[in-house]
């Protein structure tokens, strides 16, 4: 398995709920297991994962938390969590890394995003920023 998905347009992201980011162009996916948004392994044992979004420029508030999560079977399984210390103009970006292990039919994985600025924001549409990496270690 080994899978690479981008985006590469704006989505809204709303304010204080987790939204799932729509990752929708498929630069590489050897066994076709990227399907709406979301991964289902076909072959049971432990993969890699690895995620990243970036929000557009704008002015940010001083103590606004946003997050990043890689859902399990529609439940949080890790976030990585980011806090802007002193508010300003600039773009923000957050990543994920982790292992988890997948039963190969079942399983899925899905990416979130979350954020509490005071007004709903966009994802940068630049797929260099906004992507997931995939792959199966054993």
């Known amino acids: 398995s080994r899978v690479r998905v981008t985006k590469d347009d ?7 709920t987790p939204v799932k980011v729509e990752f929708d ?4 996916d050897t066994l076709g297991e990227w399907a ?10 432990y993969y890699h994962i690895a995620a990243a979004v970036a929000f557009t ?17 529609g439940a949080d399984y890790s976030s990585n969590h980011y806090e802007i210390e002193a508010g300003g103009s600039f773009y923000k970006s957050m990543n ?27 994802t ?11 792959h199966k270690i054993q």
């Open 96 to 122: 994920i890394t982790d292992s988890v292990y997948l039963n190969g039919s079942t399983d899925y994985i899905e990416f979130f995003v979350y954020q509490q600025q005071a007004n709903p924001i966009t």
């Open 57 to 73: 420029s704008r002015v940010w508030t001083a103590d606004v938390q946003y997050r990043i999560h890689i859902y399990k079977n």
């Open 25 to 28: 162009d498929v630069v590489f």
């Open 36 to 45: 709406a948004n979301r991964f289902t392994a076909k072959y049971a044992g």
């Open 10 to 16: 704006a989505q809204n992201i709303a304010i204080n």
């Open 124 to 134: 940068w549409g630049y797929a260099i920023e906004n992507y997931i990496s995939i």
